[in-house]
């Protein structure tokens, strides 16, 4: 079996931008949220549309990804637009911001499998300071019925109920939806789409 490192490092190895070079745009809608020069995490921000869109609007940003071609397109993307980008390789099995650190996690179709996935929500939510904002997007179970990106594999998917119970006690829940969408993400994902939309603030 290609392990997730390799899987990765071989999609993003391919000529241009596999998702694009614009931020997704449920992360638009929801970023005037932050405050002025927030500090902001992205884990899986594979080749850094969305790391690099954040830090030109004039945050500090960390783009965490256990890709290295990934970054490195992260980076050069960044550079390319003359801002600063943080990176870093890791793997979210184990790996955990700074406790109460962040004014924002980012977390757009970042698919985590069952095994780990409630445990490394918590730790990237713990990273939050009292405040802070969690936006995420995914792909939902009925995506599976859909040609335009994501796992194909449900246990990869996320339901609203779900990502509830993983953020329960930690983060209060401001928007939890789900229903269809139109993809324009580079060639990754294109056409009709089923996502989730979790909206969290950090408790006190």
């Known amino acids: ?3 997730p490192l390799n899987f990765w490092d071989q999609r993003f190895a391919q000529p241009g931008y596999k998702y694009g070079l614009e931020p997704n745009a449920f992360l638009r809608e929801q970023a005037g949220r932050l405050n002025p020069a927030s500090r902001v995490l992205a884990p899986g921000d594979g080749e850094g ?22 970054l490195q397109k992260a980076r050069e993307l960044a550079a390319s ?9 890791a793997d979210l099995t184990d790996w955990a911001p700074e406790a109460a650190s962040l004014d924002a996690v980012v977390l757009i179709y970042t698919h985590l ?18 405040g802070g904002w969690l936006i995420l997007e995914a792909f939902h179970p009925a995506q599976l ?6 796992p194909k594999d449900a246990d990869m ?27 324009s ?11 989730t939309r979790w909206l969290g603030q950090r408790l006190a």
């Open 113 to 130: 499998p069952g095994a780990i996935r409630q445990r490394a929500h918590r730790r990237l939510a713990q990273g939050l300071r009292a």
């Open 81 to 89: 637009r003359g801002v600063a980008l943080t990176t870093e390789l």
């Open 49 to 70: 549309r969305n790391g690099v869109w954040l830090a030109g609007q004039g945050h500090t940003v960390t783009a965490v990804d256990a890709s290295r071609i990934g």
């Open 185 to 195: 993400e580079g060639p990754g994902h294109q056409g009709l789409a089923h996502v």
């Open 1 to 3: 079996m290609t392990s």
């Open 157 to 183: 998917l996320y339901t609203p109920e779900l990502l509830d119970a993983d953020f329960d006690g930690l983060l209060a829940p401001v928007l939890s939806w789900h229903g269809e969408t139109i993809l």
């Open 145 to 150: 019925a859909h040609a335009s990106g994501g």
